[in-house]
């Protein structure tokens, strides 16, 4: 496993500094993030509907490189949009809370994992994958974004 996932962030890497960085900048943080999060819904879609390949090893290598290269591509994406949302005096404590918040959820995710054992197991966790995608994709695209950061926009009134 941890084979498969240390190619997984190799290939991602790789990807990241060549064809993501290049997409980003030439689809736009918002389209990119979008593609990122359907390609996520099409992914677990997939693994939901094909429970019978999980024991195929091919096929859970592809899914595990291929969600860790849409995770990098989500990152690639986010970023751009996160840095436009943070103004720059309170940036600091805007990305300690972030990175806070990513560790808490890691620790929510393995106990959700967990949880999702007595609700379904694995297949049911895809489901909700799914939702969750589905949910951040909605507010990605009814969201307003600014096009520039916000103290370009607007600057800090003396």
Known sequence: MTTI???GQLVAGILGLTLFGY???RLGAKRGAAIAL?????????????????ADSNFMTAFIIGSIAIDVLLMISLVPIAMRLSHPAVAATQFTLYMALANLGISIGAWLVALSRDHGGAPALFVWLVIAQLAALAILLVGRIPQARLDAVAPPRD
């Open 38 to 54: 359907a390609a996520f819904i099409a992914l677990f879609t997939t693994m939901r509907l094909l429970e019978s390949q999980w």
């Open 5 to 7: 996932a240390g190619t």
């Open 23 to 25: 997409l980003g900048d």
